[in-house]
């Protein structure tokens, strides 16, 4: 290829998007096959591979089978159409499915039992624990339980997705006559997992075992021939019709409702039942034979997290990273007068998240504060932050709240703190038809004796204080004038009628990110054109959008050396002679789900840092509202690049993509030091506050203009 010339179309220049997120989950299954890692690790690993593989199927499968539907041809940028994507993905993920089985059963279960956490049938169960399991049954479980029966005049049920159910096949009233088909719906308000009371250890018993002992209480007088669990997925996208005159929020509501019926995208069983049972299943469930999984297993393994939180197993376990406190903000200091002072960077969760709950608590409590204006996407059920907006709103202050009702199964949740909120007087603005809000931030306008200032977060994280334990996340607090003007401008954007908002600082989609992440790209090219180093470094959860790719191609063809840490989906095909031979990707998958934004461009030696909410995605730059920002603070910006440098440097986690669309771990030469990036963050950030907490804390208190001289 030659020096910077387009590049095309196929699989010679894009991986699938599909095919690249499965191979994501399969770096996730990797950590549970891990055997350096403490086993109850292990086991949240192959429980998140089954919830991630949930959501897959109910979005981007669902989304293809519509497209199938549609008699869409149209290939994607790796040249496959819809029918041969599904294909693929069902081959892949029926492979990936029978690997995490084989895992489970074989090798973490067994393990467990041998450290005192059994799982077992109710077969195995002995004669006391047996009795033990019946009584349970009887009191706790037998009440809450419907058999439903389906013939001519009951027809089958609308069963939720993700709900599991056991399938019972009942013989005929009368000679000639079919057999009969029964349901009974594993309560999801019950523990799956019931532990057994026995000498020593943890015994448990999966409760839909339970059920099947109960068969005669649950259809007395008749004969059960066999009896299976099903478990289905149904589509779950939201289409949102923009026409009509209900409300915003009613449309999203209907269409909360229309899930529960949507389309079947997957169906597990279990792998030893009968025909005559599936099929009498699959007469009444639409689902193609290559969305049927039988598996040799406990359907929904995602129970098995409850293992990981039992007590007293400490040893099968990471080794606790606890936040350390962010330098100069401690509880007897103002986060207001730290703020006036320097710019504090965070870097989660190896930053406390305190700080960011601080601002907006602090915020309701000052009575210089007249206005906080913030985005929530997700929030924790018991949110600090949404406690604090609702008391500031109580005591009259401006309180301003864009809340993201499609924030992807968290959209019931969203709705009802938000309508809290209306009811104390916060003003709440649902969403923005036809465009999700992404964007992190949060404004305070308070009072100082040199008049009204504004304090601003930006982050590339969701104002949740559990995640924040759990995803690494960056976030910037500020009180430059600049950015807080930006975005004053930015929410009058969202809240008002306004053109598109002419920032300084900050950068928005869908109306300028992905022209000026362009322009950004190609000002690198051209530098490497001139001879001068030119250097881009970036990461992101996603690289999918085709135009960016396109674009850090024909840089690499200019010689601009690339360097992308993309955690998840990667459609970018790194190391191809004359088209990517300078592009290296990385991918972490550890014990923090990575989710920070950061972009480094080296702009000829005067370096550029920015973080943002936003990945290169066609959906974050064109369908979605964003901010990118810069990182001017010195101090800021050496935290965040010495991050990064972290995250290429790890040869423990850090998976290498390779041109043939495999990831690999590098191997360490002999007397190589070992770097895990996660936890050398961890232990830089602990001697960053070390060395702060030695050198005097000097605050300057600006007073207020009520406040006593």
């Known amino acids: 290829?030659?020096?910077?010339?387009?590049?095309?179309?196929?699989?010679?220049?894009?991986?699938?998007?599909?095919?690249?997120?499965?191979?994501?989950?399969?770096?996730?299954?990797?950590?549970?096959?891990?055997?350096?890692?403490?086993?109850?690790?292990?086991?949240?690993?192959?429980?998140?591979?089954a919830s991630n593989l949930d959501e897959f199927f109910m979005v981007r499968v669902a989304s293809l089978r519509q497209a199938e539907d549609d008699h869409d041809t149209h290939p994607d940028p790796s040249g496959r159409a819809p029918a041969q994507q599904l294909g693929e993905v069902s081959e892949r993920v029926h492979d990936l499915v029978s690997r995490q089985y084989a895992l489970v059963m074989d090798e973490v279960l067994p393990a467990l039992a041998e450290h005192g956490i059994r799982v077992r049938r109710a077969a195995q169960l002995d004669g006391q624990e047996r009795a033990a399991a019946d009584a349970y049954f009887r009191d706790e479980v037998l009440p809450v339980l419907t058999p439903l029966a389906v013939d001519s005049s009951r027809p089958f049920p609308m069963l939720a997705s993700?709900?599991?159910?056991?399938?019972?096949?009942?013989?005929?009233?009368?000679?000639?006559?079919?057999?009969?088909?029964?349901?009974?719906?594993?309560?999801?308000?019950?523990?799956?997992?019931?532990?057994?009371?026995?000498?020593?250890?943890?015994?448990?018993?999966?409760?839909?075992?339970?059920?099947?002992?109960?068969?005669?209480?649950?259809?007395?007088?008749?004969?059960?021939?066999?009896?299976?669990?099903?478990r289905l997925a149904r589509d779950s996208e939201l289409e949102l019709d923009d026409e009509g005159g209900e409300s915003y929020l009613e449309a999203l509501e209907e269409e909360l409702r229309k899930?529960?019926?949507?389309?079947?995208?997957?169906?597990?069983?279990?792998?030893?039942?009968?025909?005559?049972?599936?099929?009498?299943?699959?007469?009444?469930?639409?689902?193609?034979?290559?969305?049927?999984?039988?598996?040799?297993?406990?359907l929904d393994i995602r129970a098995l997290w409850a293992l990981a939180d039992l007590p007293d197993f400490d040893d099968l376990r990471d080794r606790s990273l606890k936040p350390v406190p962010v330098l100069d903000v401690h509880e007897q200091s103002h986060i207001f007068d730290v703020l006036d002072q320097r710019d504090v960077f965070l870097h989660h969760p190896y930053d406390s998240f305190d700080p960011v709950t601080a601002l907006v608590e602090q915020a309701a409590d000052d009575p210089d504060v007249i206005a906080i204006k913030q985005t929530l996407y997700r929030t924790s059920g018991d949110s600090p932050i949404v406690a604090a907006l609702t008391r500031a709103a109580d005591q009259g202050k401006q309180v301003t709240v864009l809340v993201e009702l499609m924030a992807r199964f968290d959209e019931q949740r969203n709705i009802q703190w938000a309508r809290r909120l209306e009811e104390v007087g916060a003003h709440v603005i649902y969403g923005i038809r036809g465009l999700k809000v992404h964007a992190k931030a949060c404004l305070v306008v308070r009072r100082t004796r040199q008049g009204l200032k504004r304090y601003v977060h930006l982050g590339t994280g969701n104002y949740n204080d559990r995640t924040a334990r759990l995803y690494t996340d960056m976030g910037l607090m500020t009180s430059a004038p600049e950015v807080g003007a930006d975005v004053s401008a930015f929410f009058s954007a969202l809240t008002g009628y306004s053109d598109p908002p002419r920032m300084k600082k900050l950068v928005m989609a869908p109306t300028q990110l992905r022209e000026r992440l362009l322009k950004l790209i190609e000002r690198e090219a051209r530098r490497a054109?001139?001879?001068?180093?030119?250097?881009?470094?970036?990461?992101?959860?996603?690289?999918?959008?085709?135009?960016?790719?396109?674009?850090?191609?024909?840089?690499?063809?200019?010689g601009v050396k690339i360097r992308l840490n993309v955690r998840g989906i990667c459609t970018l095909r790194p190391g191809v002679p004359g088209l990517s031979d300078r592009i290296e990707v990385v991918s972490i998958v550890g014990r923090f789900l990575e989710h920070a934004r950061v972009f480094y461009f080296r702009n000829g030696g005067d370096d550029e840092v920015y973080l943002s909410s936003a990945d290169w995605m066609t959906r974050n730059l064109d369908k979605r509202v964003e901010l990118m920002f810069p990182v001017e603070s010195e101090d800021c910006r050496r935290r965040v690049l010495a991050a990064l440098e972290a995250m290429f440097r790890d040869n423990v986690?850090?998976?290498?993509?390779?041109?043939?669309?495999?990831?690999r771990v590098p191997r360490r030469p002999r007397g190589e030091e070992r770097v895990e990036s996660q936890l050398l963050l961890h232990q830089q950030a602990v001697e960053d506050w070390e060395r702060s907490a030695e050198a005097p804390i000097t605050l300057q208190p600006i007073l207020s203009p009520d406040s006593a001289d």
């Open 162 to 230: 993700l709900s599991l159910n056991v399938a019972v096949r009942l013989a005929p009233v009368a000679d000639g006559e079919p057999d009969r088909l029964g349901l009974v719906q594993v309560p999801a308000r019950l523990p799956r997992l019931v532990r057994i009371a026995s000498g020593d250890g943890y015994t448990f018993v999966l409760l839909e075992d339970l059920i099947r002992t109960g068969f005669d209480a649950l259809f007395p007088g008749q004969v059960v021939l066999d009896a299976t669990c099903i």
């Open 529 to 558: 054109e001139a001879g001068e180093p030119a250097e881009i470094r970036a990461k992101m959860n996603s690289l999918v959008d085709v135009k960016v790719i396109r674009a850090l191609y024909e840089a690499s063809q200019a």
């Open 653 to 663: 986690k850090g998976r290498r993509l390779l041109p043939d669309g495999t990831y």
């Open 1 to 49: 290829m030659s020096k910077r010339e387009k590049p095309g179309r196929g699989p010679d220049f894009f991986f699938n998007r599909e095919l690249s997120w499965l191979a994501f989950n399969e770096r996730v299954l990797e950590e549970a096959v891990d055997r350096t890692n403490p086993l109850l690790e292990r086991v949240k690993f192959a429980s998140i591979t």
């Open 259 to 298: 899930r529960r019926r949507s389309r079947v995208v997957r169906l597990e069983v279990e792998h030893d039942a009968s025909d005559a049972l599936l099929s009498a299943v699959l007469d009444r469930v639409d689902v193609s034979e290559r969305d049927l999984y039988r598996v040799k297993g406990p």
